[in-house]
């Protein structure tokens, strides 16, 4: 009888040992000089394990330990020699408390021509409360930066991430395919000016699921060239709800279709679903629209 789990345990290595897991190459930021004191300049350590897990042949782990990294703006570009990288975050990001280094930048954290990109955990302090006041006091301000964007990739998957206080929109995908977010949680204050949670646009396959998002602007807003696009238990409070446009703004502009929003709660917002449209001729459409079991 003893040989059965010696042959359970024997064949539970095996088998681990075989995963992409255990094949996966790793870099952990610490490596690189990152420093998590929340003062020192991190940026070039992360972009240094960004650029040798990209360059892996195998899949890759870039490790974010516990603690608080500062860091101005990281462009991670792709494409990359494997398709299966996680970014597994256990601490802080921090943008620079000063609005203006960013202020102007349009992003702080961007992933471009990339497949297979997966972040888990961690939190993304974009600091964007002394840009929100400047905006507010009616001053001439810079637009600020989303504190984090996906463009013209595949295949990504964001989880367990929290982004507070993001200086414009927190998460942004754009001309993007087969993205999953869930569990997230996206927080700003109920005035803090152009804070979308999750702006999706140019982009298929995108899934949100089992979120929470209280912000100053749409909890989750849509822009043209969207479809198949499915939200689902999703707990939006405060801000404006979830919309669909503004469409038409240009003359020629792709269309919005097979969008589903169901189950979500709203929580003290101005609007629950909602599509916006400019008063002029344009190409633009929403078809296939489906709002069901939504509760406010």
């Not at 006041?133 to 996906?150: I, M, V, W």
């Amino acid at each position: 009888m003893a040989v059965l789990p010696l042959l359970i345990a024997l064949l539970s290595i095996i088998f681990f040992a075989s995963s992409p897991l255990a094949k996966a190459a790793q870099y952990s930021v610490l490596s690189y000089g990152a420093m998590p004191d929340g003062k020192t300049d991190s940026t070039k350590a992360f972009a240094a394990a960004w650029s040798q897990a990209c360059a892996s042949t195998q899949p890759a782990t870039i490790s974010v330990p516990k603690g608080s990294f500062a860091l101005g703006q990281v462009r991670f570009q792709g494409p990359c020699k494997n398709n299966a990288i996680l970014v597994r975050i256990d601490g802080t990001l921090l943008a620079p408390s000063d609005y203006g280094v960013l202020g102007r930048a349009q992003n702080w954290l961007i992933f471009e021509h990339v497949n297979g990109v997966t972040i888990s955990g961690g939190t993304l302090d974009g600091q964007g409360a002394g840009l929100w006041s400047c905006k507010n006091s009616g001053k001439d301000c810079p637009s600020g930066a989303t504190s984090l964007e996906f463009s013209n990739s595949n295949n990504i998957a964001i989880t367990g991430l929290a982004s507070l206080n993001s200086q414009m929109f927190h998460i942004v995908i754009n001309a993007c395919q087969d993205v999953k977010v869930q569990g997230v949680r996206v927080s700003a204050a109920g005035d803090s000016p152009n804070t979308d949670g999750i702006h999706v646009q140019s982009s298929t396959g995108v899934t949100i699921l089992n979120s929470r998002i209280g912000t100053g602007d749409d909890c989750v807003s849509i822009g043209p060239g969207t479809s198949n696009l499915w939200i689902e238990n999703v707990a939006c409070g405060p801000g404006h709800g979830i919309s669909i446009g503004s469409l038409g703004k240009d003359s020629q502009e792709a269309g919005v279709q097979n969008v589903t929003v169901k189950t979500t709660t709203f929580t003290g917002t101005e609007n629950g679903v909602r599509i916006k449209t400019w008063g002029r001729p344009s190409s633009g459409f929403a078809r296939n629209i489906l709002f069901q079991h939504n509760l406010r």
